[in-house]
C-alpha cells in the first residue's frame, strides 16, 4: 500500500488485514482523487481543505489528503489495533502536527468532541453495518459542514442504502466490488 501522489508520493503505509479492518485499494483510492480533482460537478477541492475520515482504519484517505495539500485531517477509529497503525504512519510520514486521531465510536466523538467544520468527510465503514446512516444525521444536526463540502461514501457493490434522505447525491461510480457515492447535505 502506497501514496498515490502528492508531497508523500510514493511512501509506503504500514496496514493490517483482519476480519475487521478491509484497507481502501490504492486504484479505488486513486479514482476518488482523480474525480475529486477533475470532475466538473464537484466544487470541494482538497487543497487546504479541514477532511473528516470517518472508520478511518489505517488512515489511507486521509495520509493521502495531506499528500494533496489538505490543511487538517481528524482520523475517527474505534480498533485499537488499526488506530495503533495509523499513528505508526502519521509518526513514519512526519505529518502528526496536521492530524487529530480520536480512538473512540464515532457517535461518541461527534456529539461530544467535534465542534469545528470539514470540508471533506470520508465514510467508508465496514460493509455489514447500516448504521453509518446515524453518523451522517448527526453531522446534519450539528453543521459541521462548510458550504462548500462533499460526503464520500465507500460500500460494497451490492449493498442496498437508502441514504437520500438529507443527502443529495452528485454522483456514484462502481470500481469492482466497491460502490464510491458523492453527496452534498442539501
Do not use: W
Request: hydrophobic share 40%.
Amino acid at each position: 500500500m502506497r501514496i498515490i501522489s502528492g508531497t508523500l508520493k510514493g511512501r509506503k503505509l504500514n496496514f493490517i488485514k483482519n476480519s475487521t479492518t478491509r484497507p481502501l485499494k490504492d486504484s479505488v483510492r486513486e479514482n476518488i482523487f482523480n474525480i475529486l480533482i477533475h470532475s466538473s460537478h464537484i466544487k470541494t477541492r482538497i487543497i487546504n481543505s479541514n477532511v473528516l475520515d470517518l472508520y478511518s482504519g489505517i488512515g489511507s484517505f486521509g495520509i493521502e489528503c495531506i499528500s494533496r495539500g489538505a490543511k487538517k485531517v481528524t482520523f475517527i477509529e474505534h480498533d485499537k489495533k488499526a488506530s495503533s497503525v495509523l499513528r505508526e504512519n502519521l509518526i513514519n510520514l512526519s505529518i502528526v502536527d496536521k492530524t487529530k486521531i480520536f480512538i473512540d465510536n464515532i457517535d461518541n466523538v461527534l456529539n461530544k468532541n467535534i465542534n469545528e467544520k470539514f470540508h471533506i468527510f470520508f465514510f467508508d465503514p465496514p460493509f455489514t453495518d447500516p448504521n453509518f446512516f446515524k453518523n451522517i444525521e448527526s453531522i446534519n444536526k450539528k453543521k459541521i459542514f462548510e458550504k462548500d463540502h462533499l460526503l464520500i461514501i465507500h460500500r460494497e457493490l451490492r449493498t442496498i442504502d437508502n441514504i437520500e434522505g438529507p443527502l443529495k447525491i452528485i454522483d456514484t461510480k462502481i470500481y469492482g466490488r466497491s460502490k464510491i457515492i458523492f453527496c452534498v447535505f442539501k
